[in-house]
């Protein structure tokens, strides 16, 4: 059943306990016998579910055990191959990291740039006082 392209509805359709698909490296993996017995929890599997979960499970550092067991489970492949990108399919760690990083560049945006102007600021009262005493 290997040679079956999985399209985006497909994928987002099968989230539930009942029926599970996941997305690792362009593959489309019926992983629905193997949520109950994952040793990281159920939960974490639930959690990239109709997404790209290639950069949670990369993250976590599988083992060769665990990748044996996906040819087992290969559904097909996902309708774009590798290239996910373009769809903007974000795992739920990766969509946490990227709203974590963007708050911070805004903050630090705005330190970036008052901190010299505050900083030029006391240079030239530092000067004007110094300079008149």
């Keep these: ?9 497909e ?11 996941i997305l690792i490296h362009g593959k489309v993996y019926d992983v629905t016998k193997f949520i109950d017995e994952h040793p990281g929890g159920d939960e974490v599997i639930m959690a990239e579910g ?3 979960a290639t950069e949670a499970f990369e993250d976590v550092g599988h083992s060769d055990e665990a990748r044996a067991l996906l040819p087992d489970m290969l559904v097909g492949d996902f309708e774009g191959g ?7 399919l974000k ?3 990766a969509a946490a990291q990227e709203s974590r990083m963007s708050g911070a560049v805004e ?11 505050g900083l030029l600021g006391a240079y030239f ?8 005493a």
Excluded: C, W
């Design 1 to 9: 059943m290997a040679g079956k392209i999985i399209t985006l509805e």
């Design 11 to 21: 994928l987002r359709a099968h989230k539930s306990k009942q029926s599970f698909y």
């Design 50 to 52: 109709g997404q790209d």
């Design 82 to 88: 590798k290239t996910v990108q373009n769809i903007k």
């Design 91 to 93: 795992s739920g760690a």
């Design 107 to 117: 903050k630090g945006s705005s330190l970036s740039y008052f901190l010299p102007l």
């Design 125 to 132: 009262a530092y000067r004007l006082y110094s300079t008149s």
